[in-house]
């Protein structure tokens, strides 16, 4: 592949305070001290450190071999699976950038983000595979690498799976362009080319986030962006409660999401501990999983954490071993919280980040938590709390926007000027990311969640963009105007509400069709659970959307209701 002109510069890092240590140095080093502690257990299945550093090391040749080099982007398109892990950092030995994205992410979506990174090989499941393949003749790309959920399975299983039909299974047809995962790991050498990688010059990872024009925002990190921290974590938050080479972290939450990628790397693989991983959210096979694993070290949202107190069968299952669950993604509820608390015995801690930034604040381990309360900040960073309106600090305990900075971020988004200049803000000669959420700092130093802007819904801990949804569906031929707000649920966080303006000349157009045009553009979570139709939206002088007006207007129906 052609690197000549993919070179992205990094702007305003600061090289000379910080380690040179790669994203992946720390596993290898546990993979040589604890060869033969069990790093991923997956569905029954036992992976070592000694081997997933083999396979790391086998599919980073075979990705070469297929032409993956310095500064390439390479999509990893696949729900939790060990696949997952090993492509993670073969793509990154490689000095290629990891481009995550959802399993369930439609063509639509899809050929966007291809198109956007600059993506030539993407790594599928069976399963989602006729996305991709819709995608190949309109994008950059160019090869496919095809696995499964179960690929890594004994054949037994997989074979009782598919009798038992528990396995979903997709078409895959034979063609030049197409590899699967097996065939190349059974034909590639076992050591990948030697790369030197610059920590702070090389990409490691676009993750994509929701942006404000309708079209996700690419979110670039080098080496050292997702090195700091993750150190931080460990120094601040694991050193001294976690057990290295003999510890056990469940992860459900979807890896292709910052705040899971980061504890998996933080929690487990650099401490040499056992990743109990999930493909999907079963709530019995979960508990069966802590239980079984004894796991102490566990994240979820808050709607995942719902779910359990929620199971009718969650009082058969030993989960005394739980001893640190983290919390992220979304508000917690205090009957979550108090809840929690009385049927484990330990309570809920807080992770707060975004995509942005990476994980930006925890609660320390030593620190009584509070259910609104998102920890202390982590040291690599420098937070700012600021008045919206005179963009001055507030005092402690006045409310504020958070904006964060810090010298390992990138301070920009990927190929979006615009969007930059609307969430970059310079204060006091540094550059910061406007977070977008309003919060408080106590006399302690700690952090207190208020609340969050009318842009951004959560939905069973997924930050979604209202713009993404009202750009949709304003691409609809009958509508002219469209906006989308977040309608607090207890069970999911927010459900999706839909206001929208059709045509004068619109007939017989329902919720349920422009539902469906949602769905044929947008992932599942995407799409709004309700729509209504008005004559008009309120807008400001100049025209802009008052999508807040629009969302206080509904909680208070919420709130009259009850």
């Known amino acids: 592949m052609d690197n000549s002109e993919k070179k992205y510069t990094l702007e305003g890092l600061k090289p000379d305070c910080h380690n040179t240590e790669l994203t992946f140095t720390r596993f290898f080093e546990m993979a040589d001290a604890y060869p033969d502690a069990v790093a991923i257990s997956y569905l029954g299945l036992k992976i070592t450190y000694k081997t997933l550093a083999a396979d790391i090391n086998r599919f980073a040749a075979a990705l070469s071999g297929l032409g993956v080099g310095h500064g390439d982007r390479v999509m990893i398109y696949l729900a ?77 299983k997989i074979w009782l799976g598919h009798l038992l039909d528990k396995i979903p299974k997709g078409t895959v047809p034979t063609g030049l362009h197409i590899h699967p995962f097996s065939t190349l ?189 998102i920890g202390h900040i982590l040291p690599s960073f420098r937070a700012r709390i600021t008045d919206p309106v005179t963009l001055e600090p507030v005092k402690v305990g006045e409310v504020g926007e958070l904006w964060i900075t810090s010298d390992f971020n990138i301070k920009s988004y990927w190929n979006k000027p615009d969007e930059t200049a609307l969430s970059y803000v310079e204060a006091d000669g540094e550059i910061y990311y406007r977070m977008g959420d309003f919060v408080a700092e106590d006399e302690t130093g700690q952090i207190r969640f208020m609340e969050r802007t009318a842009d951004v819904i959560k939905y069973k801990g997924y930050r979604i963009s209202a713009s993404e949804i009202e750009a949709v569906l304003q691409d609809h031929p009958t509508v002219i105007g469209a906006c989308a707000v977040g309608i607090e649920d207890e069970a999911v966080g927010e459900r999706i509400k839909a206001i929208v303006v059709l045509k004068h000349d619109a007939r017989g157009v329902s919720g349920g069709d422009l539902r469906r045009w949602c769905k044929e553009r947008l992932a599942p979570y995407k799409v709004p659970q309700y729509i209504e139709f008005r004559d008009m939206l309120p807008k400001s002088k100049v025209g802009k959307l008052l999508r807040r007006s629009i969302r206080d207007e509904e909680r208070r129906k919420v709130a009259d209701s009850k």
């Open 80 to 156: 939790n699976c060990p696949q997952w892990l090993i492509a993670n950092f073969a793509i990154q030995k490689l000095g290629a950038a990891v481009v995550p994205v959802s399993p369930i992410y439609t063509a639509h979506e899809l050929e966007y983000l291809v198109q956007d990174a600059g993506v030539e090989i993407v790594i599928c499941q069976d399963t989602n595979f006729g996305y991709v393949h819709e995608v190949l003749n309109t994008t950059c790309l160019e090869q496919i690498i095809v696995t499964t959920l179960t690929e890594m399975l004994p054949a037994w």
């Open 185 to 373: 790991m059974k034909n590639a050498p076992a050591h990948p080319p030697e790369v030197e990688i610059d920590p702070y010059n090389d990409l490691a990872y676009i993750m994509y986030t929701g942006g404000t024009t309708g079209f996700p925002k690419g979110v670039a990190g080098n080496h050292a962006t997702e090195v700091g921290y993750i150190r931080d974590v460990m120094n601040e938050v694991l050193e001294g409660n976690i057990k290295e080479g003999g510890d056990s972290f469940l992860l459900i939450n979807p890896l292709y999401h910052i705040m899971a990628k980061g504890m998996a790397i933080a929690a487990g693989l650099n401490y040499g501990s056992k990743i109990v991983l999930m493909p999907m959210p079963h709530i019995d096979a979960l508990l069966r999983e802590i239980e079984r694993h004894k796991v102490r070290w566990f994240l979820g949202v808050p709607a995942l954490y719902r779910m359990v107190l929620e199971n009718d069968r969650v009082d058969q299952y030993d989960l005394t071993s739980l001893t640190y669950c983290y919390c992220g993604g979304d508000v917690l509820p205090s009957a979550v919280f108090d809840r929690w608390r009385e049927l484990t015995g330990s309570p809920i801690y807080q992770v707060y980040g975004s995509t942005e930034v990476g994980h930006v604040a925890y609660t320390r381990p030593s620190v009584e938590p509070k259910h609104d309360v």
